[in-house]
């Protein structure tokens, strides 16, 4: 390793280091006395074997190293020579003796480290090589002494630190090697990685973190027991197979193979799920784990490292994953869950800003042969994969996306979780129509609920809205579980004024309910009305989409989008209502880029390919893609209302709001047939705006307020037959 000439290796500090040892220090205090003995060795090894006293001796000076000096005895010398550099003969002559003394001594190898190192090698097949040096790192991460005296070696090739601990633990050097190779058992559980790299010793080998607390901790007999900050066993599924009826064919498929993987003992089997925070992947594993009969172990999400030249726990994350399936290899009927591997699958450069190249490849390879290799099939979640290369995407054997689950699904899960809480179907079938409540939102906001300890139906179902709206405000969805359409005016056929014969579509519709319409005209004709209630009446989920919704700033994840759009309607079976469609069907020959015909072009395919009800609006006929309009099957023009409509939605209005009868009828009909350029929409307003009034709802109080809506529109004012002379009263 190169590193620039104004930096040396003793200007990194590792940040882990420091939080291993404040761990190891806070629980495990008297490490450095309880294993004292053998400490001294591994140090006297290192200064006389390994000829570091006469580093020591020349470099620096003694005070350099008092605190080695004095946990071997030596603290006299360095006051002796606390203004003076010693000798290196001298030094040697002082230090031989300790180590012959040091020599002599047996049975060193006692208390709790020692004991849960056998245990831990019979649990997964380590021979006394692989023993001591995991039991070395153990000890060169936690008592600081150790790591002072190999930084008197300098910087090390791997060679050289191979040659060095073969010398401080009297081992063979073939049988170091050996152990410390990629193909090793210290590499692939994870527990010791020797860098390739060059550096100082106590810097090249990394380890779980967190194993030094296992392995020094004797408060747990039970070794499994210990390792649960690495793997643990799998959480109990909360959903049933049905709950995930919106992705039957790949449920199916996943329950197959497993099953036939199991039972071959088949390697090299990993499956990803991803998709959106809070689709249920996690869920999914647990329930295809539940319904296989086989046992699920979860790869902890909290494990640390202590490889120093890396901030980021990827890799111990990896590491874990390792040892887990060397400790469960011979368990039958096994499954591993890996959550959350986008901190897994991190791209390297971290170090390059200090001049430190690393090895993408080579981490890339080693990820690549643990997916061809891996004794136990592994289940891969994800909320995002962007950040995951192709070729590592290529290696796994089934992939499948986790969207937001259909409405059907939703209200079946959000069910399910309420459990005994007090609530009605309408209103789980209401907040039920928000695509964006995953079902972890549900679980959580039910838990909230249950604590707060709500008995009454109105308290928890408003409690419940509140808890789940602020979340989705933080997420930056729309906080408003309410109705998303409530219908502000009783709707009739004979209150729109379409082109086409609109009770003979809804009767065609019913046979067969399928194919792709654009309904066009002035703003609040009621052309989205009508999909609501045709939904209502076919008993179908209807499924809304605006252009807000699939725009995406990003080229390529609008089309994307689009195609989501498509599949999410088609997997609840629902009518699909793209409201504001001229945003993708504008003519192509006006489009200035490539992305804008490419939207169009993908829009038209999944809309060729839809076999479902696909209903389109939009209030700019005139700017629409001409050949775009041939690929409908029917076109309908919603227009303003007639005069007879008007007087009719001008009765009903004020009938719906319970008005009194009116005075003068002649001349107030006379006055509401004379408006042109109304709509239904305009009903609607002026309903809306009589709720925040101190008048209540009349024939004047509506004419006024339809009077105001024209006023605002650019389509004109309404006919002034015989109106000026007979002007309505203004209420102020």
């Known amino acids: ?162 040659n060095s601990l073969a010398v401080i633990l009297d081992i063979d050097t073939t049988k170091v090697r050996k152990a410390l190779s990629s193909d090793g058992l210290l590499h692939r559980t994870g527990l010791v990685r020797l860098s390739r790299d060059t550096g100082q010793l106590f810097y090249q080998l990394a380890t779980i973190g967190d194993m030094s607390e296992v392995l020094l901790d004797d408060s747990q007999p039970d070794m499994m027991k210990s390792l649960t900050r690495f793997f643990s066993l799998g959480k109990k599924a909360t959903l049933l197979p049905e709950d995930f009826k919106h992705l039957q064919d790949d449920y199916q498929l996943l329950h197959r193979y497993l099953q036939i993987s199991s039972k071959e003992k088949r390697k090299g089997v990993n499956i990803l799920i991803y998709g959106v925070p809070g689709t249920g992947k996690t869920e999914m594993v647990r329930t295809l784990a539940t319904s296989l009969k086989m046992q699920l172990y979860e790869v902890s999400t909290d494990v640390t490292s202590t490889d120093y030249y890396d901030e980021d726990d990827h890799d111990s994350r990896m590491d874990s994953y390792r040892l887990c399936l060397q400790v469960l290899k011979r368990k039958e009927n096994t499954l591993i869950l890996f959550d959350e591997i ?120 408003a409690s419940m809205e509140r808890i789940l709206g602020n979340t989705l405000n933080a997420m930056g969805y729309d906080k408003n579980l309410s109705n998303p359409h409530p219908s502000i005016l009783t709707y009739r056929l004979e209150g729109v004024n379409p082109d086409y014969n609109l009770a003979g579509l809804q009767k065609g519709l019913k046979k067969n309910p399928r194919g792709t319409f654009c309904f066009y005209g002035p703003s609040g004709t009621g052309k989205s009305e009508f999909v609501h209630q045709l939904a209502n009446r076919l008993d179908k989920p209807l499924l809304i989409k605006r252009a807000s919704d699939l725009l995406d700033a990003y ?106 009868a009116i005075e003068d009828e002649t001349t107030i009909k006379n006055k509401v047939r004379a408006l042109q350029g109304i709509t239904p929409g305009d009903f609607a307003t002026a309903v809306r705006q009589n709720r925040f009034s101190e008048k209540e709802m009349s024939a004047d109080y509506l004419l006024d307020a339809l009077i105001r809506e024209i006023k605002f529109k650019q389509y004109g004012a309404f006919k002034e037959i015989g109106f000026m002379a007979h002007q309505v009263k203004r209420e102020d």
Request: hydrophobic residues 40%.
């Open 555 to 660: 080229v390529g994840m609008t089309e994307h989008n689009i195609c989501n759009m498509f599949e999410q309607a088609n997997y609840d079976q629902s009518i699909l209502l793209l409201d504001e469609a001229d945003s993708f069907l504008r003519d192509r020959t006006l489009s200035r880029e490539s992305w804008e015909v490419s939207q169009v072009n993908e829009l038209l395919t999944q809309m060729e390919q839809f076999e479902g009800l696909f209903f389109c609006t939009t209030n700019l006929m005139e700017v629409l893609d001409q050949a775009s309009l041939r690929r409908f099957d029917l076109k309908i023009k919603f227009d303003y209302l007639k005069a007879d409509q008007i007087w009719v939605l001008f009765l009903q209005t004020l009938a719906d709001a319970g008005s009194v």
């Open 1 to 162: 390793m190169c590193y620039p000439c104004h930096i040396t290796i003793r200007d990194f500090k590792p940040i882990n280091n420091t939080r291993q040892n404040n761990i190891v220090n806070k629980f495990f205090p008297n490490t450095s006395e309880q294993y004292r003995p053998i400490i001294e060795r591994w140090i006297l090894r290192t200064l006389i074997d390994l000829r570091g006293y006469t580093l020591m001796s020349m470099s620096y000076g003694l005070e350099e190293y008092d605190k080695v000096l004095t946990f071997i005895g030596l603290e006299r010398l360095i006051e002796k020579y606390e203004d003076d550099r010693l000798k290196k003969k001298k030094l040697r002559k002082i230090l031989k003796p300790l180590h012959q003394k040091n020599a002599q001594l047996s049975n060193l190898k006692q208390g709790p480290l020692f004991n849960n190192m056998d245990k831990l090698a019979e649990l997964i097949g380590m021979n006394t090589t692989e023993k001591e040096l995991l039991t070395f790192c153990m000890i060169l991460n936690t008592v600081r002494e150790i790591e002072n005296v190999t930084e008197i070696l300098g910087s090390l090739s791997s060679a050289n630190i191979i």
């Open 342 to 461: 986008e901190d897994a699958f991190i791209r390297d450069g971290n170090m390059e800003r200090f001049g430190i190249r690393t090895s993408t490849n080579a981490k890339k390879g080693a990820l690549n042969h643990i997916l061809e290799s891996n004794q136990l099939p592994t289940l891969w979640v994800s909320n995002v994969i962007s950040h995951i290369d192709e070729a590592i995407i290529r290696r796994f054997d089934y992939v499948v996306e986790l969207k937001i689950p259909p409405k059907s699904t939703r209200f079946g899960i959000i069910k399910k979780h309420m459990g005994d809480l007090d609530v009605s179907e309408a209103w789980i079938d209401k907040i039920s129509n928000n695509e964006d409540l995953a079902p972890a939102l549900i679980s959580r906001a039910v838990n909230v609920v249950k604590a707060l300890g709500e008995k009454q139906q109105a308290q928890i179902e």
